[in-house]
């Protein structure tokens, strides 16, 4: 009998579409604040206690680290599914997030930031491959672009909410720090009203072509259903880590860490400790100066989800990695201009850098088909927290022992070899140039 339905990924965006990508972006929010609100709390902290710059470092890096668990939870989604882990992830983020409230002891604060992170890795690895294996093939690479304004809200609403919040004293800084509990409540909330479905493509993968069919047909109506390839396929074995450094996969996922990797060292290392920064760099009005640098990382990525179409993947890699390393060299060359030459070259590299943050969802995920999709992604993510988490690790470090200086060169030589891998090894995945 011949195979009637038409394939669920050439179907115009409905409202299953619109639920799923809401739920997510509330959790891209979440992450946002709550890497983002390390650096504005632990700034106040050290006004009250006693933290040495290596614990600084260490605990604004805890979250990052935290991410490293991402192959482990792309690895588990892979074998168990995407739904789940979801609907749990955001109450155990604001669960941890509430406990730093109980507590005053670093190691303790490190390893709930870890925790923290852990549950990022969750939204970050798993939701975007449940979202990637559901939007329409046409609008997947657009509207994972845009997850990054979203997370972006997150990161400079934490940053505005370390300014506001006040009066509390020696614990302000904890309560800066705990505050990452209401947009993890919210989006935790949301997907337990608006439940988040299953993948049909995982389930299509792992041998379930009924249920995988009803579920589509759930959502999508009787016409939809699985591609004749996805009816056809065999539930693919255990993908090892071995499996995503031989062929085919090698290039992708060591592509696609480093430039991960070599991106956020730089983007993190300088935004979460902003204060700490630019309180070094003597620009006058610190609150002012990093409200315009975290307004322009908005612009930022608004103006690369805009240009995300147009430009190849490679070209627009290889472009933000060398525009945002010249504007850092201008910047070191002009430490002894005015603030306001300074303010505005800060500001051209954190719009630069940031707009390359749009490839940070869709890219990963265009590298890796679905049977090792959320596992290479985590992979690539895991790869990815090292570089994060050494820049937020070491920027107070680095600030402490030559200033600004030391700190912007080497994020400067980090982004002139993420250019260089991009250059000589990146694939190219954009289905208009492929």
């Known amino acids: 009998m011949e195979y009637t339905k038409k394939n669920y990924k050439k179907a115009p965006l409905s409202s299953i579409h619109f639920r799923i990508y809401f739920a997510l972006a509330l959790g891209q929010i979440a992450c946002g604040f709550a890497l983002g609100i390390s650096g504005t709390a632990l700034s106040q902290a050290t ?36 739904r789940r882990m979801l609907m749990l992830d955001m109450y155990l983020f604001s669960i941890f997030s509430l406990l730093q409230l109980a507590t005053m002891n670093l190691v303790i604060l490190f390893i ?26 046409k609008e997947s690479g657009r509207l994972q672009s845009q997850l990054i304004v979203y997370w972006t809200i997150g990161f400079i609403t934490s940053y505005i909410a370390g300014i506001l919040i006040t009066g509390f004293g020696a614990h302000n800084w904890q309560i800066i720090l705990a505050s990452s509990v209401v947009p993890g ?32 047909q759930k959502h999508l109506g009787k016409k939809w259903g699985l591609s004749l390839k996805q009816i056809r396929s065999k539930k693919p074995k255990d993908v090892s880590l071995k499996t995503l450094f031989n062929p085919p996969y090698r290039r992708k996922t060591i592509v696609g860490g480093l430039f991960y990797a070599c991106q956020a060292f730089s983007f993190f290392g300088i935004s979460i400790f902003l204060p700490i920064l630019l309180k070094s760099m003597n620009l006058g009005n610190n609150n002012l100066s990093g409200i315009i640098y975290n307004s322009c ?14 430009l190849s993947r490679r070209m627009f890699l290889v472009r933000t990695f060398f525009l945002s390393a010249a504007a850092l060299i201008l910047l070191i060359i002009g430490n002894n201009f005015s603030p306001f030459f ?17 490839l940070d969802y869709p ?38 022992l030559g200033g600004p ?27 208009k140039y492929i």
Request: charged share 10%; hydrophobic share 55%.
């Open 112 to 137: 709930l930031r870890i925790l923290i992170g852990l549950m990022i890795a969750i939204d970050y690895t798993v939701g975007n491959a449940l979202l990637v294996e559901w939007l329409p093939a």
């Open 185 to 216: 409540l919210m989006a935790a909330i949301y997907r337990s009203i608006f439940r988040i479905p299953a993948s049909p493509s995982w389930l299509a993968s792992q041998g379930k072509n009924k249920t995988a069919q009803k579920l589509i």
């Open 47 to 82: 006004d009250y206690i006693n933290i040495p710059d290596f614990w600084v470092g260490l605990i604004g890096a805890g979250s990052l680290i935290g991410l490293a668990g991402s192959a482990l939870m792309g690895k588990i989604a892979d074998q168990f599914g995407r």
């Open 342 to 358: 300074q303010i505005s070259v800060f500001a051209i590299f954190a719009i630069v850098l940031s707009s390359g943050l749009v």
């Open 363 to 400: 890219y990963p995920t265009e590298l890796f088909d679905v049977k090792v999709r959320a596992s290479g992604v985590g992979t690539c993510i895991t790869i990815s927290r090292f570089g994060a988490a050494s820049g937020t690790f070491l920027l107070p470090i680095l600030t402490h």
């Open 405 to 431: 200086i030391l700190a912007m060169l080497i994020c400067t030589l980090v982004l002139l070899i993420g250019g260089t891998i991009c250059l000589l090894w990146a694939p190219e995945t954009s289905p």
């Open 297 to 310: 990382v908005l612009i930022g990525v608004i103006f690369g989800s805009l240009i995300f179409k147009i």
